[in-house]
């Protein structure tokens, strides 16, 4: 689905926030891929809500790699210019609104300022290709996306994201989508409310 809006599914946004950051921010770097990230609100979503929450000299080292498989073929531009129409912005609280966006048409569109589109590049990546954009993440988001998939081809899907993850990664999966039994010890549950795993320390021969 390439419309979205920013901080859609905030619930998922603030248990990150709430139970994954503390660990991040003891690595050195914090490396980020957000897999179906349509047009970019998520991953700036998710950016904003790192910036609120580390120093500004942390936060440079912060990357967030959104993909997707962009068959229009326009998502780079858009995310990398990272403005957006009204629409797309008006759930977001004034306080952050005003913070990180500015007015570029009159109200009519809206600029995410430039360190926040800093931290957020853009690559196109088909999931099923079963192979990763890169390795050593420590938080995958996938949202949307495996819905269209097959069962066998969710249990693919995911097991390459246990495989890209470093240890003691994250997963945050949409609500809906629970891990499928055949792969459901790769990942331990942080929460009960959501789809929020932590990387199991099992071995598992990559694919």
């Given at each position: 689905m390439a419309f979205?809006?920013?901080?859609?599914d905030m619930q998922t946004l603030e248990l990150i926030?709430?139970?994954?950051?503390?660990?991040?921010?003891s690595r050195q770097r914090i490396k980020i891929w957000d897999a179906g990230c349509a047009m970019?609100?998520?991953?700036?979503?998710?950016?904003i809500i790192f910036r609120e929450n580390v120093g500004y000299m942390y936060f440079r080292n912060i990357k967030i790699i959104a993909t997707d498989i962009d068959q229009s073929q326009q998502f780079d531009?858009?995310?990398?210019?990272?403005?957006?129409?009204?629409?797309?912005v008006e759930r977001i609280p004034k306080e952050i609104l005003f913070k990180y966006f500015v007015d570029v048409d009159?109200?009519?569109?809206?600029?995410?300022?430039?360190?926040?589109?800093?931290s957020v590049s853009f690559r196109r990546h088909d999931l099923l290709t079963l192979k990763p954009i890169e390795e050593?993440?420590?938080?995958?988001?996938?949202?949307n996306v495996?819905?269209?998939?097959?069962?066998?081809?969710?249990?693919?899907?995911?097991?390459?994201?246990?495989?890209?993850l470093n240890v003691g990664g994250f997963l945050a999966l949409e609500q809906t989508q629970k891990i499928p039994?055949?792969?459901?010890?790769?990942?331990?549950?942080?929460?009960?409310?959501?789809?929020?795993?932590?990387?199991?320390?099992?071995n598992v021969t990559k694919r």
């Open positions: 979205t809006y920013f901080f859609r926030r709430d139970n994954c950051l503390k660990s991040l921010v970019g609100p998520e991953p700036y979503s998710l950016s531009k858009i995310i990398l210019d990272g403005i957006y129409p009204r629409e797309q009159g109200g009519k569109y809206f600029q995410i300022v430039e360190e926040i589109r800093k050593n993440f420590d938080l995958v988001l996938c949202k495996l819905l269209h998939f097959s069962y066998e081809e969710r249990i693919k899907v995911l097991t390459m994201f246990y495989n890209s039994n055949e792969i459901e010890n790769l990942f331990v549950p942080i929460v009960s409310n959501a789809q929020l795993f932590k990387k199991s320390e099992i």
